[in-house]
T-cell receptor, first 115, second 115 residues
Framework: AQSVTQLGSHVSVSEGALVLLRCNYSSSVPPYLFWYVQYPNQGLQLLLKYTSAATLVKGINGFEAEFKKSETSFHLTKPSAHMSDAAEYFCAVSDGSGGYQKVTFGTGTKLQVIP | NAGVTQTPKFQVLKTGQSMTLQCAQDMNHNSMYWYRQDPGMGLRLIYYSASEGTTDKGEVPNGYNVSRLNKREFSLRLESAAPSQTSVYFC??????????????FGQGTRLTVV
């Protein structure tokens, strides 16, 4: 069975500081990995995805994530936080064998950006 | 460019009342999904429809029914609402073809309170 763990339900950073949101996964097969963002009162929106190509994946809004098989991690980073980055972020994992019924979402990390 | 449209956006029900949440997508996607989002629990799949004419249970189907009315529309029905069904409900769609690697598109959600 696959699973994903997001470390820290709430993360606070100062504006301009590095953003690091942690995600560790468990999968019996090479995984597909996703980061989604949810702004207040909105649905989820894809930030980036890893599908076994390059291990460093670049997404929208300056975010990127690195797939590290040895650490079973897929942490999300952004060099400099903006106020507009305040949102909830979800990591998700799939074995890639089917549709989204096979995707497991993490419990989310709320990012607060302090002026 | 509507994407995934959910109605209503907000609803308050009394225990035992019924209601139907509507969802429509205009992206010609094969697969559609209903999730519920609860604090600290991330997204949990209620039901899904891999293709027009099929529906299947997800992780938390009890108390719900669904109908895939046509390729565009996928509705979620609560026959007898309970306070435990107070949640934010999201509809999503994806192409559903071949190996996963494409994103899911989410509606803006329905905030349901059962009193």
């Amino acid at each position: 069975a696959q699973s994903v763990t997001q470390l820290g339900s709430h993360v606070s950073v100062s504006e301009g500081a590095l953003v690091l949101l942690r995600c560790n996964y468990s999968s019996s097969v090479p995984p597909y990995l996703f980061w989604y963002v949810q702004y207040p009162n909105q649905g989820l929106q894809l930030l980036l995805k890893y599908t076994s190509a390059a291990t460093l994946v670049k997404g929208i809004n300056g975010f990127e994530a690195e797939f590290k098989k040895s650490e079973t991690s897929f942490h999300l980073t952004k060099p400099s936080a903006h106020m507009s980055d305040a949102a909830e972020y979800f990591c998700a994992v799939s074995d890639g064998s089917g549709g989204y019924q096979k995707v497991t979402f993490g419990t989310g990390t709320k990012l607060q950006v302090i002026p | 460019n509507a994407g995934v449209t959910q109605t209503p956006k907000f609803q308050v029900l009394k225990t035992g009342q019924s209601m139907t949440l509507q969802c429509a997508q205009d992206m010609n996607h094969n697969s559609m999904y209903w999730y519920r989002q609860d604090p600290g629990m991330g997204l949990r799949l209620i039901y899904y429809s891999a293709s027009e004419g099929t529906t299947d249970k997800g992780e938390v189907p009890n108390g719900y029914n669904v109908s895939r009315l046509n390729k565009r529309e996928f509705s979620l029905r609560l026959e007898s609402a309970a306070p435990s069904q107070t949640s934010v409900y999201f509809c999503a769609s994806s192409t559903g073809q071949g190996r996963i690697g494409t994103e899911a598109f989410f509606g803006q959600g329905t905030r349901l309170t059962v009193v």
